[in-house]
């Protein structure tokens, strides 16, 4: 599948995550790898990632997740960015006006860090 996106696609997805690990970084790897087989610049293809979000303190017990604060999250953001992920796609366990907030507020912070 990688070297049909590697050959065809315009941007490719990965999830769920709340952390970079080696789940992540084999991912990324597998993509390039595949670019690298077709002769495809890699970074000719939009990269996103699936986060799922947990109220801060709550997701322990979820190994896929992200329990952060605004900073917190700003932070992945952040670390997420310097791997060359372009864009990422939040889905809350939460459904409040404060997570919308709290992903605003990270926003905010991670692009006054990378402008």
Same mark, same amino acid.
């Given at each position: 599948?990688? =070297?049909?996106?590697?050959?065809?696609?315009? !941007?490719?997805?990965? !999830?769920?995550?709340?952390?970079?690990? /080696?789940?992540?970084?084999?991912?990324?790897?597998? #993509?390039? !790898?595949?670019? +690298?087989?077709?002769?495809?610049?890699?970074?000719?293809?939009? =990269?996103?990632?699936?986060?799922?979000?947990?109220?801060?303190?709550?997701?322990? /017990? +979820? &190994?896929?997740?992200? /329990?952060? %604060?605004?900073?917190?999250?700003?932070?992945?953001?952040?670390?997420? &960015?310097?791997?060359?992920? +372009? %864009?990422? #796609?939040?889905?809350?366990?939460?459904?409040? *006006?404060?997570?919308? /907030?709290?992903?605003?507020? !990270?926003?905010?912070?991670?692009?006054? *860090?990378?402008?």
């Amino acid at each position: 599948m990688l =070297r049909l996106t590697a050959t065809w696609a315009e !941007a490719w997805n990965t !999830a769920w995550f709340g952390r970079v690990d /080696d789940r992540l970084r084999t991912r990324l790897a597998g #993509l390039e !790898a595949a670019c +690298d087989a077709v002769g495809r610049d890699p970074a000719t293809i939009r =990269r996103t990632i699936g986060i799922r979000l947990h109220e801060p303190g709550s997701g322990a /017990d +979820d &190994a896929l997740g992200l /329990d952060a %604060d605004a900073p917190g999250l700003a932070d992945f953001l952040d670390e997420l &960015a310097g791997l060359g992920i +372009d %864009d990422a #796609l939040i889905w809350s366990i939460s459904k409040s *006006r404060d997570v919308l /907030d709290r992903i605003a507020e !990270a926003r905010r912070v991670h692009l006054a *860090r990378t402008s």
